[in-house]
């Protein structure tokens, strides 16, 4: 599964932004999707999941509010919807895939991981 992430760039501090992780190479409806990020010398941070159907997701304490993740699963691509951002949101964020379909808040649970898309967040 080859994913690549998009949607990233500058927004002022209470903007939104929507990213995108569109599959190529496999369906994405059998797998759990997960997004998480990594900002400049910071370990990578889980941020969300979804489960294979889309009736289980999770979030971060630190996104829960402000950030959905959804996914159409006959478009191949999982979604993140990025409201009220915050300067601390700045990071660049990462798709990934799990193979288990459950969706995990566990990175390395994910078998495959798209190519990241910075979001600035400026104060």
């Known amino acids: 599964v080859q994913l690549q992430a998009s949607g990233g760039g500058l927004v002022q501090a209470g903007g939104s932004l929507r990213l995108s992780c569109a599959a190529s190479g496999r369906t994405l409806s059998t797998y759990g999707m997960g997004w998480f990020r990594q900002a400049p010398g910071k370990e990578r941070e889980f941020v969300t999941a979804i489960s294979w159907s889309g009736g289980s997701t999770y979030y971060a304490d630190s996104v829960k509010g402000r950030f959905t993740i959804s996914r159409d699963n006959a478009k191949n691509t999982v979604y993140l919807q990025m409201n009220s951002l915050k300067p601390e949101d700045t990071a660049v964020y990462y798709c990934?895939?799990?193979?288990?379909?459950?969706?995990?808040?566990?990175?390395?649970?994910?078998?495959?991981w798209g190519q990241g898309t910075q979001v600035t967040v400026s104060s």
């Open positions: 990934a895939a799990d193979s288990s379909g459950s969706g995990s808040m566990w990175y390395y649970e994910y078998d495959y």
